[in-house]
Every structure is written in structure tokens, then in C-alpha cells.
């Protein structure tokens, strides 16, 4: 979803302490975390994998627009996703293991730091949806947003960045345990751009269950990201995740 958050924020033109917080009203959010990991199916069933392509297609509500999105993860801990867009070109951002970058037609070739980095940093962890608490910082247990989806029971937590920023908010179904919302802040060089996401459509990929479709909403911009294609240890030189040369 990176370079689709990019997007969505080219279109819509003090950090936070490290101690758990749990109120006495909500679940420890360590609990929470570990029933959405056993409710997505064994980390076994996907560690056997070196590599993962996920292709997506994204489209915004009201316009005539669509585009694909890939993104490459290597077991290493790097990452480059990548959307060609009509209008705007081609979009990519990347992490090879130290260094965060991003090319695009209106900031150019960048190196990243600070909470852009962190996002890139985040998204190539490996496996990342069993440990969400350690790719991020776990902040604590929180009550649903008022604007979280009120069809369902959520239990949400809050997850920060190391560079600080806004946290990220994720809710899941109290019953399934399964993630359904998230609200949260992309950084760019424009400033902060807020988000919110649904996630649906369940289904079990290699013996793990997967989201299918997200509804991002960023301003008055509402994208449809639908999953396509999900493939495994394909040939991934280290040369993809490197920052390039300026041309």
C-alpha cells in the first residue's frame, strides 16, 4: 500500500513514548495482536518462503482511473513497491536493508529519513503481520475512533513510529479477530497526509488468511485496492531494492 498512499496524497494535494498503556477497560493489546496473528493461520505456513510479489489493482471512486500496483519483499528485510500511473508516471518507493528511497514525478529521486523511512523500514519487515507490535511501537489499547465502523465489536490499538508522528490506529473484530480498520498518517515532503482504510474480503492464501480488497479514503479521494495476484520466491536481484543513479 505504499506507493497507493503516495498517490493518494499527490491527488489530496514529538514522538510518542515506548511504555504499553493498557486502561483498565480495554484488553491488553499484546492479547490483541496475538489472537489476529493465530486468526491469520500459522507464521509456519508462509516461513518456508524467501520471497513475495503482491500485485494490485488500485482504482478511485468517481473518476476514470486505474492503475497496478507491485510490490517486492525479500526474507532479508527489503522492500520496493512501484505503480505506473496515467498521468503522473511511474511512482516507487524503496528500502534495500539501510537506505529508504523514493522516485517520483513531482519530488524526483529522494533518500528518505525520519518517518518516511520508517514507513519503508516497517513495510520490509518480513512477516510482518505476526508482529506487528515489533515492527512498530506498541502504544497501547485504545477505544474505536468515532469514525471506526460501528456494525461491528472492535478492540484497536494504537501503533507509533520510532521518529514519532502520529500513531497508527488499528481496529480489529472483536469475534474474528481479523483486522478491519486502520486510521493513520502517510509523511511526505507535501506534510501528513491522514488516511483511512477498510479491509475485507478474507481468503486463505498458502494456508494463511489474507485481505482481498482495501478502501483507502484520504480527503475527498476514496481508492479501491484489489489484491490479484500473490506469488512466492521469485528471483529478486539485490540491485531492485537499491536507491538508482540519477540520470
Known sequence: MITLLVLAA??????????????????????????????????????????????????????????????HLVRAGKVLSASSTP???????????????????????RVLTGTEADELRIAATWNSEWRLGEAYTLLGAVAPPASAPKDLALECVELGKPHGGPPTTSCFDAQTHLRVWEKGVQSSPGGDVPYVTRFSEWHLVDGVRVWRKEEMTVGP????????????????????FTLPKKK
Do not use: C
Request: charged fraction near 25%.
Open 87 to 109: 498521468g503522473m508516471g511511474l511512482i516507487r518507493r524503496g528500502y534495500d536493508g539501510h537506505v529508504a528511497w523514493g522516485d517520483d514525478p513531482i519530488y524526483g529521486l
Open 221 to 240: 479521494v476514496t481508492m479501491e485496492g484489489r489484491i490479484v495476484e500473490i506469488l512466492f520466491d521469485e528471483p529478486m536481484p539485490a540491485q531492485l
Open 10 to 71: 499527490a491527488l489530496d494535494a514529538g514522538a510518542p513514548s515506548a511504555t504499553v498503556v493498557m486502561p483498565s477497560h480495554l484488553r491488553d493489546p499484546k492479547l490483541v495482536l496475538a489472537d489476529y496473528a493465530r486468526a491469520i493461520g500459522p507464521e509456519q505456513a508462509w516461513h518456508k518462503h524467501k520471497s513475495l510479489r503482491v500485485k494490485r489493482e488500485v482504482s478511485i471512486k468517481a473518476m476514470n482511473f486505474k492503475t497496478v500496483e507491485e510490490t
